[in-house]
């Protein structure tokens, strides 16, 4: 997830040996598979297979949503828990919710943007930023990968140059100094072709991930840029 890998994503959930004695658990790995299939399907530039995906994902959200409503409205006129309850290893449902709709606000964002509605695709990702927010700080965070990071990709997968940088920028308020931030942000600023920035962005990345492994391509690309300059 943090790497947006979609790919392994997917693969991950189908391995995942999921207990039929733990519905959330297994609501959580299809919301998941969904909305990876659905960025998967962004990237590839498939609308109409992303457009299926966030359906899909939607319908599962408004599924879960009216469960819990109607949980909570049993657990009104229930007797109050005695103190003896067992742990359920299963975990909570609305966390899981919260995450994964925020999630879906990324997918139809990434889908606007890609179709150049860039306008109505800032909104829904202005409301995913929001959203985000209010899951509270946790370390490491519970949101895995900050919703700026998404828009900024989506605006790199739809050619808009500008739009990925100011994304960039707001990941970096966010998290400052995120390495993942920081190269894409140089990659932005390298398609708009100002190739002064570019270098300055590449060296602040490499400082950032001095001690990474050198073997990543992130590392070998910036090198490769700092030295050819």
């Not at 997830?1 to 391995?15: E, G, I, K, P, S």
Request: aromatic residues 6%; proline residues 7%; negative net charge.
């Amino acid at each position: 997830m943090r790497t947006a890998d979609w790919t392994r994503v997917v693969q991950l959930v189908n391995a995942a040996n999921l207990s039929q004695t733990m519905p959330h658990m297994e609501f959580l790995a299809g919301g998941l598979s969904q909305f990876a299939l659905g960025m998967q399907s962004v990237e590839a530039h498939e609308p109409d297979v992303a457009e299926r995906h966030s359906v899909l994902l939607d319908s599962t959200l408004w599924r879960m949503s009216q469960q819990i409503k109607d949980q909570e409205a049993k657990d009104k006129k229930a007797a109050p828990p005695t103190g003896n309850q067992s742990m359920s290893p299963d975990p909570l449902p609305k966390p899981l919710l919260q995450m994964l709709s925020i999630m879906s606000l990324e997918l139809r964002g990434s889908m606007l943007a890609t179709q150049d509605n860039v306008p109505e695709a800032e909104k829904l990702f202005a409301v995913a930023r929001r959203e985000e927010k209010e899951l509270g700080y946790h370390e490491p965070p519970f949101y895995i990968r900050p919703v700026a990071e998404s828009e900024a990709a989506a605006m790199m997968t739809a050619g808009k140059w500008a739009g990925a940088e100011a994304a960039f920028q707001k990941a970096l308020v966010d998290r400052p100094n995120s390495g993942f931030a920081l190269y894409g942000l140089a990659q932005a600023k390298e398609k708009k072709g100002d190739s002064g920035a570019t270098t300055a962005s590449y060296r602040q990345f490499l400082s950032a991930w001095k001690t990474a492994d050198p073997g990543l391509p992130e590392i070998a690309a910036c090198t490769a840029v700092d030295e050819a300059t």
